[in-house]
């Protein structure tokens, strides 16, 4: 993505991984093949591999820079997590990305989780002589708690689940030395962070809001994977928590932002990443990235 300024902020993308990823029926419930065909016709090229028929799926976190803060929103898989092909990432992509900002750790004020899955959290911590400290040691990091407390329960339950193992390593270390904010719906940063629930994928998963000089950019998280889900936002995934609920909750987000001037920059959408959503006469969406 390149760069995008709204008012006094800077938004920029660090990619951790990108490319043709998984077949859509291995990423869609009750996948319609032929629906699917005749939506993505008319649809931009970028979100299908034409090779192999593969989703493009991009893995990346958006550094949010203001006037008076650095900010992180999703946090992509980190590093020393142990998880199995193909999720063990090649690190050198987000390090590098990092550095090329001109970022150091130090320089990290706040980090906004948008939910708490293992490609969300996954850089909230380092593993340092076999204990996860924080990576960013003066950040706040700002979980939704219900969000924090559901994977919590989990935990209690099946330790070994993957989703309770990533709590366990990316979100209950930051709580434990100090750095956490466990906020509500209503939390606020400066005027200038808001949260719009939008639970389903996950308990309480949030889009992260940020306005500054009356434009509005929102860090969709995985509120939706792909742009077909505008066209059809019935479409929830296997990854879904809840795929109803995650299905009432992207209809009622793009309903609320569609026709806006608001910039959407969903986490797993591919270059150009940001985009807007216009209403259409059946009542689906249409999404058209900037260029
Ligand atoms: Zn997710």
Known sequence: MRQIRIGDVTISSIIERD?????????????????AQRLLSTMEPEGID??????????????????NHTMLVDTCTGEDKGWEAPMDFDKTPWKNGFKELGLKLDDIDYVFCTHLHIDHCGWNTTLVNGKWVPTFPKA???FHKREYAAWEALHGQDAEDKRSK???MNCEPVVAAGQALLVDDDYQLDNCVTLSPTPGHSPCH???NIHSGGQRASVTGDMMHHALQCRDPEMSTVFDWDPVAAAVSRRAFLTSVADTSTMLLPIHFPSPTVGRVTTRPDGAFDWKYLR
């Not at 490319?19 to 629906?35: H, I, S």
């Not at 034409?50 to 006037?67: D, E, N, R």
């Open 166 to 168: 990533t709590w366990k």
């Open 50 to 67: 034409p090779a192999t028929g593969k989703l493009v799926i991009t893995y990346q976190t958006f550094v949010v820079q203001t006037p």
């Open 19 to 35: 490319g043709p990823w998984r077949a859509p029926q291995d990423m869609f419930l009750n996948y319609d093949a032929a629906k």
């Open 206 to 208: 949030c889009c992260v």
């Open 140 to 142: 706040k990091y700002v």
